[in-house]
């Protein structure tokens, strides 16, 4: 049996954010709803720093939805890269080097420091030159995965008997130094870092392209909004042969989420001091491989998802009255929530012990549930819809005293905003079968 | 058709490493055995350094392997502290705070601070103002996950409705000063901080000892090897009520792994500078909470867990000859390859058409798989196995001219050693099975 609750439409005009479109209402405007939106629903944590971190792309400190979001993002990364090719291997490495940039961020222990500068009877060269060798004591901080990948390529040489191509993929945190703003950034890296023959790497550089833009688009809901275009001859970084990157167009224009360099050969000969026989590998011919990086920002991506699937809604309830409202579209394996469940009219006792048995089951399963049915203030269901829309919950599941008679109970879903009556006892399995089946489009 | 292969029996003198009983075989060596397993068998990068960090506890730069047992063992946390109760929250904090210890680690732009050393025309007394005022705007980094949850307690109160208990989970990096020896130390580190009314803490402090504990001795070859024992109260942390260790007995002596502590209401009050009103919960009178803490290093209990695993074995062939072997049995959810795929006698192009496939159908399923297939150095299927054993693989699938003929292959278990055939469309289902029934123990 079907019911139809009221139905939304997209708003035609100017209101639905994230498509890149040219809107009337003020980006500004599409900005605070953004952010509002994200923190009342526990995507990322209040205050105005922590926001002005989240808009900038880099890490911030994320609410559990937020958090379970950039979970599945990596999750889903990880998954994509390692397994495309049974070639990438996984690794984790050092934050801290012993080398590192004369001139970037540092660890340094300030008691240390702090110490050597109040030293009354150093005199002022010697100061200088306390402080400088403590400094460089100090282990410097990773502002991108490549060094690590790149150190560990002889040791994974072994793993693929020196035959190429092969890549090593990581995640993990990255350190930027401060802009003028005197705000430091770190950022969640992934890193693919692939080694190829030279005469290979322009189409390895394509084929990853492909690969990751496709990786994108697979997740948007709006997948126009994603897009690759070649750096400029004329930027290309030091010792780079070519370079794409890929983009989000905000509806404040675009930003790159992920990078792909075709690098050449001279860092990776220069992180081995230019030991060339030990990096040869077997190619037909011996040669140093050349280098495909591939890395992206994970902060960022999980922003450009919630732009992207963030959906402004005008209700049309037949009564010409029109209601905003307004939903999170993550696809499926991304949105943090699959389903709340929450309790209709009826015996409260019972009831909640219908959820109960449900959430354990749910969660035996691996369905991150939202257990609605413990708030205790009395909320219309209308009101708990449209809250979950706005958490981007894919289900809700209301339990009433029809299903302590009868077994049956109601399922509403974000996306068709139908209402279905399923028996307690399906519910499970259409709810696994649902997201697996999203898993594997 | 069950086929037995040469047996290996458990050497009851000296040589099993992890269970803490008392040796003959000095500690030295068997810290070196484990050592260089890790290193050959692409669980830790080698190298003097990297070797000395894994040894200490430390974050270490790990291998493929290593790596992947690291994220299976954080996976298995995560699940296992969020699913257990509902009133478990994941949180994603920064790592870098604007405030924090006087004395701890920063993040120092190097550049700035050396063009800070290098002006001549500052006078001593301005130099040392510049440098400290420098170092006080740097970024401190966290030594532990607890403060960022501290911070996150308000905004997290709403989503219990001020209802306790509840907590907040969090897994990431740290970084601890260096000691003495100039080794500054990051490691991933584990959190739950459980926040609970003031009479129930010493309760809630058992309850997570009790789950923690289990957990560890869930993945355990030797359980008796994970052991907790309380804080002496003269050990205690300032505004501890009282703490217990999880320990995990090496056989060169115990290492704590998990801390909980019992900490009062003390920093909590100082997170949130004394603003009492801001912090009451519902819990039948008004009350601030009290913290429980619950923080692992994941470093350690990989180092933990590949002590425990490795078996040494000595082969009793019945010909009188002994054989010294190794395996690394760890549990299958930990496992971080479950299978390998290798071809025997053969036509070489047909029987990797197979390997190929099933390949295919084992990364689909997504069971991590070994494709010893390509490599192109002959070896007998008895050292492969030996390898198998010591990279921990939990089964090795032989593909041979059999095969073709009547689709049956040669699946070989480690944990009993017997080689078992099956037809090549079962083996899938079969693997999957097993995984899915050692996870659900």
């Known amino acids: 049996m079907l019911t139809r609750s009221g139905r939304f439409v997209l708003s035609r005009c100017s209101s639905t954010v994230g498509t890149g479109h040219t809107t009337t ?128 390529f002889v040791p994974s040489m072994e793993l693929v008997k020196r035959k190429l191509p092969f890549g090593l993929a990581e995640t993990g945190l990255c350190f930027q130094p401060s802009d003028g703003s005197g705000c430091s950034a770190e950022v969640t890296q992934t890193s693919l870092v692939w080694f190829c023959s030279p005469r290979t790497s322009s189409q390895w550089l394509d084929h990853w392209t492909r690969h990751r833009l496709k990786w994108w688009r697979k997740f948007a809901l709006n997948p126009s909004g994603f897009s690759s275009s070649e750096v400029p001859q004329e930027e290309l970084e030091e010792s780079a042969l070519r370079g794409v990157k890929i983009f989000y167009n905000f509806p404040w224009g675009p930003e790159s989420l992920e990078t792909l360099w075709s690098r050449g050969d001279t860092e990776l000969l220069d992180a081995h001091r230019g030991a060339h026989s030990k990096l040869q590998c077997r190619d037909g011919r011996k040669s140093v491989p050349h280098v495909v990086s591939v890395s992206g920002n994970v902060d960022r991506g999980v922003k450009a998802f919630l732009s992207n699937s963030l959906q402004q809604l005008k209700r049309d309830d037949g009564k010409q009255k029109l209601q905003q409202r307004k939903a999170l579209k993550l696809h499926p394996v991304l949105a943090p929530v699959k389903v709340a469940l929450d309790i209709g009219r009826g015996a409260t006792v019972e009831l909640r012990q219908v959820c109960e048995g449900l959430l354990q089951e749910f969660l035996e399963a691996k369905i991150s549930t939202w257990p609605g049915y413990l708030e205790t203030l009395p909320t219309s269901v209308e009101q708990l819809i449209a809250k979950y829309d706005e958490m981007g919950v894919l289900f809700t599941v209301v339990i009433s005293e029809n299903t302590l008679e009868s077994g049956l109970l109601q399922v509403r879903s974000r996306d068709t905003t139908i209402k279905e009556t399923m028996h307690v006892s399906e519910i499970k399995n259409f709810l696994s079968r649902y997201i697996s089946a999203a898993d594997n489009l």
């Open 25 to 152: 209402a003020p980006t500004e405007d599409q900005i605070q709803m953004l952010l509002q939106l994200c923190v009342d629903r526990h995507y990322i944590s209040p205050g105005q720093r922590n926001t002005q971190h989240f808009l900038r792309g880099f890490g911030c400190s994320y609410g559990p939805l937020g958090m379970e979001l950039k979970r599945n993002l990596l999750d889903q990364w990880w998954h994509s890269v390692t397994r495309s090719r049974w070639q990438v291997f996984g690794i984790n490495t050092l934050n801290c080097g012993e080398e590192g940039a004369a001139h970037g961020l540092r660890m340094v222990d300030s008691g240390l420091l702090q110490k050597v500068l109040e030293q009354p009877e150093l005199s002022r060269e010697q100061l200088v030159h306390e402080a400088c060798r403590l400094l460089q004591k100090s282990p410097s901080v990773r502002k991108s995965l490549l060094q690590g990948a790149l150190e560990q």
